[in-house]
C-alpha cells in the first residue's frame, strides 16, 4: 500500500524541508545504512552547521531537541526518509562555504579526544578511506535517480533555488570546474561522449572566433593605393609585413590554415613544399576578400604581376579572389609611386651632391595602327635621366670656381708624362694579366679544376688593389621622368639639362646653380653634345647657362662595346686566314658576327672563348710536362704557376718590337696570333677592372687604350679619352679628381665583383622601360611612359623581392649554367693543329700582317693627332666656334664582300 510520501509504488519528492544541512542529512543517511547492515555503532549529535556558518551558537532548546527526540522522529516530522535524495538537496550548502571540523563527513576527524557540544559528549565517527566514504553516498543514491540526476540538479545554473544557484556559480567560476573536465576527457569512457557532445558547439565557436579575428586582421591589413611608397615595395616581406599582424590578432585562424594545408605525414617528411610562405598570403586574400580596402599584400602583389608582363585579364582574375588589386587601381599606384620617387629624388638634389646622366631611348609601336592624321608615329625617341647620389663627395670638393681657374690656364697634356703608361703602371698592368693567366688555366683545365678554390686563396694570386670600393656599397638612384626630348644634338642636350632640374627636380636654375659642379657620365657621342654645348654657350651669363657646371666623363660600359667592335674589325682577317677572328668564328660557328656593330655580349663571349683556347695550348707548351695532367699531378706551388704565367705573357701575348713584317723570315701567322692574345688579353684585364669597383686598376689603362683607340681608328673615342686624361691630370682639383675617380664606377646590388659603368645601368633600366610600355596604337604616349619611368629601379626590383619573399627561386631546379668549356678546348686543339704559337720561319702560308694597333697608336697620337685635339680643345674656351670644330670620323673599314655574303648565309639558315 502506498505510503503518504509515496505515488504509484515509487518514491516521490515531498516538500523541501530547510532545517536540515546538506552535511547532516548525510551523516544522518550513513548512520540509517549501517543500522540497517547492523553496523551502527553510535549516536551521533551534531550542531546547526547553519549556526556555525553565522558565527552564531545554536539555541538551547535546538540542542535539547536534537539530544531529546529520535532519528524516527526527526523523520517523521517531515515525513519524509532521511536518505531521500530531495532532503540531500534542499539542505545542500555550497560547497565554497567553509565547513566546521565536526560536521566533515568526507574526511577523517583529526581531533582524536571526544569533544562536548551542547552537553552531550559526540562520539567520533569510524575512520574510514576517502574512496569508501565516496562508495557509501554513491550507495546512497542507488535506486533514487543515480548520481547523474543528482548533479544536473547540483549544477543548474537556472534553478529557482538561491542556493543551488550560487553553488553552480561558484563551482564554474573556481578551477574545480577544469579539473573535472580533464578528468573526463583523459578518461576513455566519457573522452568519446564529451567529444560528440562538444563538436557542434566547437565548430558555432570557432565560427565565431574566426570572424572576430578576421575582422581584426582586415583592420590591420587596410592599405589606400595612396599609401603605396618606394620603400614599402622594395623592403616587402611576409615575415616583417603580414606575419607580425596576423600572430597579434588572428592565430587561431592561422593555426587552421596551417592545419589544412599540410598533413601530419607531410610535416614530417615533406621538405619541398612549406606553409610558412602561403599560409600568410592565404590570410591576406581572405581579409581582402573580406574588405575592399585590406591591400598590404594585394597592392605589392598586383604591381608585381604587372612588372612581369601578366596579362591585364590575368591580374583582373587575381582580383577578384583577392590577391591583386584590380588593373585600374595597378594605374594609379603607378602614379602615387612614380610621384614618391620624384619627391624623393628632388630631395636629394637639394641636399646632396649628386650627378646626372642620361642617354636616349627608343620605344617601338604596333604595325598594326592605322595611318592618320596625327597618329602616332612607328618609333618614339626621347631621353631617359637618372640622377646618382656621389659617393665621398663634399661641397668643398666639388666647388665650381676652382675648376674653371684651372681649365682657363690652359695647360696641355703631353704623350710622355700623361698618355704613354709608366714603367711602374706597366708592371702593375702585367702582375694583373699574369692572375689573368693561371684565372684561365685554373678555369678550363679539369685536371686543376678540384684545385682551384686552394689556389686562388693563395696570396700571391689576389689582384693588387689600387683605390678598392667600400665592401657592401649600394649606389643609390633616382630615375627621373621620361623625356621626349632626344638628347642626340647638341641642343637636345641643352634642353635635357633645363628639363631635368627646372622641370622635374624644380629647382630655380637662376638662383640654385653655380658654386658646384656636377658629374655626368655619358657614352662619348652624349658628351661630345656636352661640349659643343659649353662652347656655343661660353658667353653666357650663368654657370649653368655656360654648362660650366657639367663636368663629363666617359661611360665604361660603352668603352667595353666599343673596344669589341674594334678588336673585331682589327683582327677580323678572312676565314682563310689561320688565327684571325673570322676564322675561329667559322668554326666556332657562331652566328650574328659579320655586321660592324654586332651583339656585345655574344661577340665579347667569342672573343674570350678565342683567348682562353690559346692560352690554354700555351700552357700545354710551357708547364714541362707532357700534357697539363701531369702538371697537375705534380702539385705546382701557386709561385711556380705565377712564373709560368709571366713566361707566357713574354712569349705569346706581347706585341713584337721594331720587328719588320715585311722582311725575310717573319712568321705573319705568329706575329698576328701574338698581336690578338695581346689586345684580348688587355681587353680582359679591363673587364676585370670594371667588375672588381677597383678605378685605380682601370686608371692605369687609360693610357694603353688611348693609345689603342688611336691605332685602330677610332678617333672619336681616343679624343674622349685624351679629354679624359686632361681633366683628371689638369683641369679638376685633386679633390674633385678623386670624387670623380670614386663614382665612375656604380654597383646596384652591394655584391663583390659586381661594379659597372654607370652608363650599363641606364642601358638595364631602359630595357626595363621598354618592356613594361606595351606600345598599342594610340596607347603608346609618353605620358604613360613618364608615368612609370620615375619607378623603373622599383619595378626592376619588384620580382626579386617577390621571389624571395614566396620562397622562389630565380633558377628552376633542373637549371644548370651553359657550359662553353667545349668551345675553348676546340680552339686549343685548333691551336695546336695550326700551330699557331711556333714562329716558323719557313711557314708555306702567306698571310696578311695585322697593323700594330699599338705601334701605330703612338704613331698617330706623336705625329698630329695629340697637337690637334689642343687646338680644337682651346677653340672652345678661347676663340669663337667658326669651323674650328672639325668632326672626325671613324676609320674602321667597310665590311669585306665575303663577311657580307657570310652574314647573309647565317641570316638565311637562322629563318
Request: charged share 25%; aromatic share 8%.
Amino acid at each position: 500500500m502506498p505510503t503518504p510520501y509515496t505515488s504509484g509504488g515509487r518514491r516521490g519528492r515531498p516538500p523541501i524541508q530547510q532545517s536540515l544541512s546538506i552535511a547532516t542529512s548525510l551523516e544522518d543517511l550513513i548512520r540509517e545504512r549501517r543500522h540497517q547492515d547492523g553496523l551502527e555503532t553510535s549516536i551521533l549529535h551534531s550542531p546547526s552547521p547553519l549556526s556555525e556558518r553565522s558565527g552564531q551558537p545554536e539555541s538551547a532548546p535546538n540542542v535539547a531537541a536534537h539530544s531529546t527526540l529520535s532519528r524516527a522522529q526527526t523523520l517523521g516530522h517531515s515525513q519524509r526518509p532521511v536518505n531521500d535524495p530531495s532532503i540531500l538537496l534542499s539542505n545542500l550548502a555550497s560547497p565554497f562555504q567553509p565547513i566546521s571540523a565536526p560536521i566533515q563527513f568526507l574526511t577523517p576527524a583529526t581531533n582524536e579526544q571526544s569533544r562536548v557540544s551542547g552537553g552531550h559528549a559526540r562520539v567520533r565517527a569510524e575512520r574510514k578511506s576517502l574512496d569508501e566514504r565516496v562508495e557509501d553516498v554513491l550507495d546512497s543514491f542507488r535506486g533514487r535517480g543515480g548520481t547523474g540526476a543528482f548533479l544536473e540538479r547540483l549544477f543548474d545554473p537556472k534553478s529557482e533555488n538561491t542556493r543551488i544557484k550560487n553553488s553552480a556559480k561558484g563551482f564554474c567560476r573556481s578551477d574545480h570546474l577544469s579539473k573535472v573536465l580533464d578528468l573526463w576527457w583523459d578518461s576513455a569512457d566519457a573522452h568519446e561522449k564529451i567529444l560528440a557532445w562538444l563538436k557542434p558547439k566547437a565548430v558555432a565557436l570557432v565560427h565565431e572566433l574566426v570572424a572576430e579575428e578576421m575582422d581584426a586582421l582586415s583592420a590591420r591589413l587596410l592599405m589606400r593605393i595612396e599609401d603605396t611608397t618606394p620603400g614599402f615595395l622594395l623592403n616587402f616581406s611576409v615575415e616583417s609585413t603580414l606575419l607580425p599582424h596576423i600572430n597579434e590578432v588572428s592565430p587561431i585562424t592561422y593555426g587552421i590554415i596551417r592545419e589544412a594545408l599540410q598533413t601530419e605525414r607531410a610535416q614530417s617528411e615533406n621538405k619541398k613544399k612549406n606553409p610558412d610562405k602561403i599560409a600568410p598570403v592565404i590570410m591576406a586574400q581572405l581579409a581582402k576578400h573580406r574588405s575592399q580596402n585590406a591591400s598590404l599584400f594585394a597592392i605589392p602583389f598586383g604591381l608585381t604581376q604587372w612588372a612581369a608582363g601578366v596579362p591585364r585579364q590575368c591580374i583582373d582574375t587575381c582580383a577578384q579572389i583577392g590577391l591583386s588589386i584590380a588593373y585600374s587601381s595597378i594605374t594609379k599606384a603607378q602614379k602615387v609611386v612614380a610621384e614618391r620617387c620624384m619627391e624623393i629624388a628632388r630631395q636629394t638634389a637639394r641636399t646632396e651632391r649628386t650627378g646626372l646622366s642620361y642617354d636616349n631611348m627608343q620605344v617601338e609601336s604596333s604595325i598594326y595602327t592605322e595611318q592618320r592624321p596625327e597618329g602616332p608615329v612607328k618609333v618614339l625617341t626621347g631621353t631617359m635621366i637618372m640622377l646618382y647620389a656621389l659617393r665621398n663627395a663634399t661641397d668643398e670638393a666639388c666647388l665650381l670656381q676652382p675648376i674653371i681657374a684651372r681649365r682657363n690656364k690652359l695647360e696641355d697634356i703631353t704623350f710622355a708624362e700623361h698618355v704613354r703608361p709608366s714603367l711602374d703602371t706597366r708592371r702593375r698592368i702585367h702582375g694583373h694579366q699574369d692572375i689573368h693567366i693561371v684565372e684561365i688555366l685554373l678555369e678550363f683545365c679539369p685536371s686543376f679544376a678540384p684545385k682551384a678554390h686552394e689556389y686562388l686563396a693563395s696570396p700571391i694570386l689576389q689582384h693588387a688593389s689600387h683605390r678598392p670600393p667600400p665592401k657592401g656599397h649600394i649606389t643609390r638612384q633616382f630615375p627621373l621622368r621620361a623625356s621626349p626630348t632626344n638628347e642626340s644634338s647638341t641642343d637636345g642636350n641643352i634642353k635635357i639639362w633645363y628639363e631635368a632640374f627646372g622641370d622635374y627636380l624644380e629647382m630655380d636654375v637662376e638662383t640654385q646653380f653655380g658654386q658646384f659642379a656636377i658629374p655626368s657620365i655619358n657614352d662619348q657621342a652624349t658628351n661630345s653634345n656636352i661640349r659643343g654645348a659649353q662652347a656655343l654657350r661660353k658667353h653666357d651669363t650663368s654657370p649653368f647657362h655656360k654648362f660650366d657646371i657639367v663636368q663629363p666623363a666617359p661611360g665604361f660600359f660603352h668603352v667595353q662595346l666599343n673596344t669589341s667592335w674594334y678588336l673585331l674589325s682589327h683582327h677580323r682577317g678572312s676565314i682563310g686566314d689561320h688565327g684571325s677572328l673570322d676564322c675561329f668564328i667559322q668554326l666556332l660557328e657562331k652566328k650574328r658576327h659579320g655586321s660592324a656593330h654586332p651583339d656585345f655580349h655574344a661577340l665579347r663571349a667569342t672573343e674570350f672563348q678565342v683567348l682562353s683556347g690559346t692560352i690554354l695550348h700555351a700552357w700545354k707548351r710551357e708547364c714541362g710536362f707532357p700534357s697539363l695532367a701531369l702538371f697537375s699531378a705534380s702539385n705546382p706551388t701557386p709561385q711556380a704557376l705565377l712564373d709560368i704565367a709571366r713566361r707566357i705573357r713574354q712569349s705569346y701575348a706581347s706585341g713584337p718590337t721594331n720587328q719588320d713584317p715585311t722582311a725575310e723570315g717573319v712568321d705573319n701567322i705568329f706575329r698576328n696570333t701574338q698581336l690578338l692574345l695581346r689586345d684580348l688579353l688587355y681587353f680582359r684585364t679591363l673587364q676585370n677592372a670594371i667588375k672588381s669597383g677597383d678605378f685605380g686598376r682601370v686608371e692605369d689603362l687609360l693610357g694603353w687604350f688611348t693609345i689603342f683607340f688611336a691605332g685602330v681608328g677610332a678617333p672619336n673615342y681616343c679624343s674622349e679619352f685624351l679629354h679624359f686624361i686632361q681633366n683628371l691630370r689638369l683641369v679638376w682639383t685633386p679633390e674633385f679628381a678623386d670624387v670623380m675617380r670614386d663614382n665612375m664606377l656604380i654597383n646596384m646590388s652591394g655584391r663583390d665583383d659586381h661594379w659597372t659603368g654607370v652608363d650599363e645601368n641606364i642601358e638595364h633600366v631602359l630595357h626595363v622601360l621598354q618592356d613594361l610600355f606595351a606600345s598599342r596604337g594610340i596607347h603608346a604616349d609618353w605620358d604613360h611612359l613618364a608615368n612609370i619611368s620615375p619607378a623603373a629601379h622599383v619595378w626592376r626590383a619588384l620580382l626579386k623581392v617577390f621571389r624571395s619573399a614566396l620562397g622562389v627561386g630565380y633558377k628552376g631546379m633542373s637549371h644548370s649554367e651553359v657550359d662553353t668549356s667545349s668551345l675553348v678546348h676546340k680552339v686549343e686543339e685548333k691551336v695546336g693543329d695550326w700551330e699557331l704559337l711556333i714562329c716558323k720561319s719557313s711557314r708555306g702560308e702567306t698571310e696578311k700582317c695585322t697593323v700594330d694597333a699599338i705601334e701605330a697608336g703612338v704613331e698617330s697620337l706623336m705625329g698630329g693627332r695629340l697637337a690637334a685635339f689642343h687646338k680644337r680643345r682651346r677653340a672652345a674656351f678661347v676663340t669663337d666656334v667658326g669651323n674650328d670644330l672639325e668632326l672626325e670620323q671613324d676609320t674602321i673599314p667597310p665590311i669585306p664582300p665575303h663577311i657580307a655574303a657570310y652574314e647573309t648565309l647565317d641570316n638565311l639558315s637562322d629563318e
